[in-house]
C-alpha cells in the first residue's frame, strides 16, 4: 500500500492551495484519511481528517479556511487551503487507516509535500 501526494508549493498569503493524497496497492478498505503538517522545529500536528463516512475533525486553526474531502471510490483524500497564511508554512503529510486484508488495519504515510506561504 502506498499514499501519494501532490498539490504543493509556493504561494502568497491570502493564496489558495489544493492538495490530493491517493491510496493505491492492495486495499481492501480505506478508513480514516487525514493531513497532517509539520514546521520546522515543530511537532507533527493534524490539520484536518475525515472518516469513511464523511465525520470531519480538524482544530479551531483551520476552522473556515480548510476543506477535507475524499473520493471513496478512488481511495482519495483532498485538502483545499483557502486563505493561507505565513503560519501555515510546513511540510504536510497525508495518513490513512487501511485494511488491506479485512482483518488488521494499518496506519500509511504519505511522504510529505511541502507548503510554503510568503507574507
Known amino acids: 500500500v502506498q499514499l501519494q501526494a501532490s498539490g504543493g508549493g509556493l504561494v502568497q498569503a491570502g493564496g489558495s492551495l489544493r492538495l490530493s493524497c491517493a491510496a493505491s496497492g492492495s486495499i481492501f478498505s480505506v478508513e480514516t484519511m487525514g493531513w497532517y503538517r509539520q514546521a520546522p522545529g515543530n511537532q507533527r500536528e493534524v490539520v484536518m481528517s475525515?472518516?469513511?463516512?464523511?465525520?470531519?475533525n480538524y482544530p479551531d486553526s483551520v476552522e473556515g479556511r480548510f476543506t477535507i474531502s475524499r473520493d471513496n471510490a478512488k481511495n482519495t483524500v483532498y485538502l483545499q487551503m483557502n486563505s493561507l497564511k505565513p503560519e501555515d508554512t510546513a511540510v504536510y503529510y497525508c495518513?490513512?487507516?487501511?485494511?488491506?486484508?479485512?482483518?488488521?488495519?494499518?496506519?500509511?504515510w504519505g511522504q510529505g509535500t511541502l507548503v510554503t506561504v510568503s507574507s
Open positions: 495518513n490513512a487507516l487501511i485494511y488491506d486484508d479485512g482483518m488488521s488495519a494499518y496506519d500509511y
Open positions: 475525515i472518516t469513511k463516512s464523511g465525520i470531519r
